[in-house]
C-alpha cells in the first residue's frame, strides 16, 4: 500500500469516527459532559477520567464526544448551505443570459468585497448567537466560491454536443439542466466542497472560541480552547485535547478532499 493510499484510508478512518461521535455520541461514553464535580478540578488525564477534567471538573473525553456533533454539524451545514445556493446561483448566472449573468456576477463581487470575518459577524449580529446563524454566516461567505466554480463548469458544458442534441430533440432549458448540465457540473463543486470544509470546521471552532457559536454549557470544541486559555500555565490537557480533535478532524477532511479533487481533475482530462 502507498502512503497516499494509506493516508487517504486513515483520514477515511478518522471520519468515520468522528462522524459516529457526532450521530450516537452515548456509543462511546456514557459520561455526561456537563455534570461538574468539585472535587476533581484541572484533574490531569489518568484514572477515572482519560483526558483529564476542565475547570469545572467536567469529563474532557466526554465533552470531546458530545463536541463533534456541534463542532461539525456548523462546517458541514455551512459547507451544504454554501454548496447547494452556490451551484443554483451559478447555474442561473451561465443559463439565463447576459443580464442575469452580470448582475449575479455583480453581487457575488459585492459579497467578496467585504472581509468574509465582518460579514460572519453582521449574520451573527443581525440573527444572534448559535449554532444556525453561525452556520448561515459560514455559508454566505462561503457562496460565491461555489457560485463561480458552477458557473465555469456550466460555460463549459452549454456547447457539448449531447447539450446541443438534447435541445435539438426538443428538450426544455429545466429538462437540459436537471438531465445533463447537473450531473456533470457537479464532479468539481462537490470536491471543492470536501476541500473547503476543513476550512469551515476551523472558522466554526472560531466563532465559538469568541462567543458566537453554542452557547454554554454545550460542549464545542472551539468553546473547550476558549474556556482553557486561562489556565495554560498549569493545566495544559483542556487545551490540548479539544485542539487535538480539531487538527484531526481538518486534517482528515483536507487529505479525503485534495484525493478526491485529484481524481475529478484526472478524469476531466
Same mark, same amino acid.
Given at each position: $500500500? +502507498?502512503?497516499?493510499?494509506?493516508?487517504?484510508?486513515? @483520514?477515511? *478512518?478518522?471520519?468515520?469516527?468522528?462522524? %459516529?461521535?457526532?450521530?450516537?455520541?452515548?456509543?462511546?461514553?456514557? +459520561?455526561?459532559?456537563? +455534570?461538574?464535580?468539585?472535587?476533581?478540578?484541572?484533574?490531569?488525564?489518568?484514572? @477515572?477520567?482519560? /483526558?483529564? *477534567?476542565?475547570?469545572?471538573?467536567?469529563?474532557?473525553?466526554?465533552?470531546?464526544?458530545? @463536541?463533534?456533533?456541534?463542532?461539525? /454539524?456548523?462546517? *458541514?451545514?455551512?459547507?451544504?448551505? #454554501?454548496?447547494?445556493? @452556490?451551484?443554483?446561483? &451559478?447555474?442561473?448566472?451561465?443559463?439565463?443570459?447576459?443580464?442575469?449573468?452580470?448582475?449575479? %456576477?455583480?453581487?457575488?463581487?459585492?459579497?467578496? !468585497?467585504?472581509?468574509?470575518?465582518?460579514?460572519?459577524?453582521?449574520? =451573527?449580529?443581525?440573527?444572534?448567537?448559535?449554532?444556525?446563524?453561525?452556520?448561515?454566516?459560514?455559508?454566505?461567505?462561503?457562496?460565491?466560491?461555489?457560485?463561480?466554480?458552477?458557473?465555469?463548469?456550466?460555460?463549459?458544458?452549454?456547447?457539448?454536443?449531447?447539450?446541443?442534441?438534447?435541445?435539438?430533440?426538443?428538450? *426544455?432549458?429545466?429538462?437540459?439542466?436537471?438531465?445533463? =448540465?447537473?450531473?456533470?457540473?457537479?464532479?468539481?463543486?462537490?470536491? /471543492?466542497?470536501?476541500?473547503?470544509?476543513?476550512? $469551515?470546521?476551523?472558522?466554526?471552532?472560531?466563532?465559538?472560541?469568541?462567543?458566537?457559536?453554542?452557547?454554554?454549557?454545550?460542549?464545542?470544541?472551539?468553546?473547550?480552547? #476558549?474556556? !482553557?486559555?486561562?489556565?495554560?500555565?498549569? #493545566?495544559?490537557?483542556?487545551?490540548?485535547?479539544?485542539?487535538?480533535?480539531? +487538527?484531526?478532524?481538518?486534517?482528515?477532511?483536507?487529505?479525503?478532499?485534495?484525493?478526491?479533487?485529484?481524481?475529478?481533475? &484526472?478524469?476531466?482530462?
Amino acid at each position: $500500500m +502507498t502512503r497516499a493510499r494509506l493516508g487517504l484510508w486513515l @483520514g477515511v *478512518t478518522i471520519l468515520v469516527v468522528l462522524a %459516529g461521535m457526532a450521530a450516537a455520541p452515548s456509543l462511546f461514553t456514557g +459520561t455526561d459532559p456537563n +455534570t461538574a464535580d468539585v472535587d476533581a478540578i484541572l484533574r490531569p488525564p489518568g484514572d @477515572g477520567h482519560w /483526558l483529564g *477534567t476542565d475547570q469545572n471538573g467536567r469529563d474532557l473525553y466526554a465533552r470531546i464526544v458530545y @463536541g463533534a456533533r456541534p463542532s461539525l /454539524l456548523i462546517g *458541514t451545514g455551512a459547507v451544504a448551505l #454554501a454548496l447547494v445556493g @452556490g451551484t443554483l446561483v &451559478g447555474v442561473a448566472a451561465a443559463q439565463f443570459g447576459r443580464i442575469a449573468d452580470q448582475v449575479i %456576477g455583480r453581487f457575488l463581487d459585492v459579497v467578496l !468585497s467585504v472581509p468574509g470575518l465582518l460579514l460572519v459577524f453582521l449574520v =451573527v449580529a443581525v440573527l444572534g448567537p448559535g449554532t444556525g446563524p453561525a452556520t448561515v454566516g459560514l455559508a454566505v461567505v462561503s457562496l460565491p466560491g461555489f457560485a463561480r466554480v458552477a458557473r465555469a463548469e456550466v460555460i463549459g458544458l452549454r456547447g457539448r454536443a449531447y447539450v446541443e442534441a438534447a435541445y435539438g430533440f426538443g428538450w *426544455t432549458r429545466a429538462q437540459v439542466i436537471v438531465r445533463h =448540465v447537473l450531473p456533470n457540473a457537479l464532479g468539481p463543486v462537490l470536491a /471543492l466542497a470536501t476541500v473547503s470544509l476543513g476550512a $469551515m470546521i476551523v472558522a466554526s471552532s472560531s466563532l465559538s472560541f469568541v462567543g458566537l457559536g453554542p452557547q454554554p454549557p454545550t460542549a464545542e470544541w472551539g468553546a473547550m480552547l #476558549a474556556g !482553557s486559555r486561562g489556565f495554560l500555565a498549569f #493545566a495544559w490537557w483542556p487545551a490540548a485535547f479539544p485542539g487535538a480533535a480539531i +487538527t484531526l478532524a481538518v486534517l482528515a477532511v483536507t487529505g479525503v478532499g485534495r484525493h478526491l479533487q485529484r481524481t475529478v481533475d &484526472g478524469r476531466q482530462r
